[in-house]
């Protein structure tokens, strides 16, 4: 049986790491394209000098010609600059949509049948600009963002909780940005809502309400830690999730940024919504039952949204 074809668009921290954890998981061929010269050829040998240790058999790449990454079956898309301390993921658009403009055309004449999962902050708009230069159908194009805010959500409630993040669900919708909702009302342990465990006094109000605040701001506190760049293991783990959905049809239900065609009353933007993701790409678009509240707030999130995509049509006008 053919294996499947990964493609990997940016070979950097989060793109290594992804090549690291595809191979683990033996998801399939994996191809690390990037701009710089040995930087993906070095890691594809690296790679492959780490399978006999791990124990699996290896299909590692590097490659600077979009030719490489022919007939994919994923694509996951981390070509850009990360932030650094001081910066917010907006700070990036105009070097990254200038990426996505490059990527686009690759995916446009090499990968026209792929499931794309993007990456590149600032995440939204990226996406967006994405699903145009490529052309490609809106529900093969998709954003990763809530399943890493939703992890970042779980750890952090896990250990207020001293439980394993395992049984902890949570749902993170919006932007992936500071205007972010993670949902109180949708998120359990094991099942127990989390305005239970107030009641059962496991947590007061006011330290979820900072531990919600700790998740929104999950991303810069690892920037300002590291320095020099931004989070990758975890945003590495995150996309993979949604690629093995795609790939063995699992029919999770994740939250990612899907282009939203009236629901949540949203019309032409992508943003964090509960989906389920299949071998179809983006099966459906789940519409929860929000409060009056909780429609507010990804009201104002959908708005930061749709003012980047608006600076990217200033840039790109052809984009509009
Ligand atoms: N085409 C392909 N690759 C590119 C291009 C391009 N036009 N421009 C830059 N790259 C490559 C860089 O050479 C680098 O290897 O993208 C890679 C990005 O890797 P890192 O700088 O290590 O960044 P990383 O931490 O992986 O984050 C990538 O994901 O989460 C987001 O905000 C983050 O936008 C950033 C992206």
Redesign the pocket.
Known sequence: MARNKIAL???????GTLAHLAGIRELGEVVL????DG?PQGKALDLSQSAPVEGFSPKFKGANEYADIKDADVVIV??????KPGMS?DD?IEI?LK?ME??GAGLRKYAPEAFVIC???PLDAMVWALQKTSGLPRNKVVGMAGVLDSARFRYFLSEEFDVSPQDIHTMVLGGHGDTMVPLIRYSSVAGIPLADLVKMRWITQKRLDEIVQRTRDGGAEIVGLLKT??A?YA?AAAALDMAESYLNDKKRVLPAAAYLNGEYGVKGIYAGVPVIISAKGVERVIELDLSSAEKDALMHSVQAVKSLVEICQRIAPNLA
């Open positions: 668009i940016g070979a950097g921290q989060i793109g394209f990037d701009v710089v930087v981390t070509a850009g600059v990360p932030r993921r990036l990254n990426v490059q990527v990456v590149t902050n760049g931004s990758f945003p």
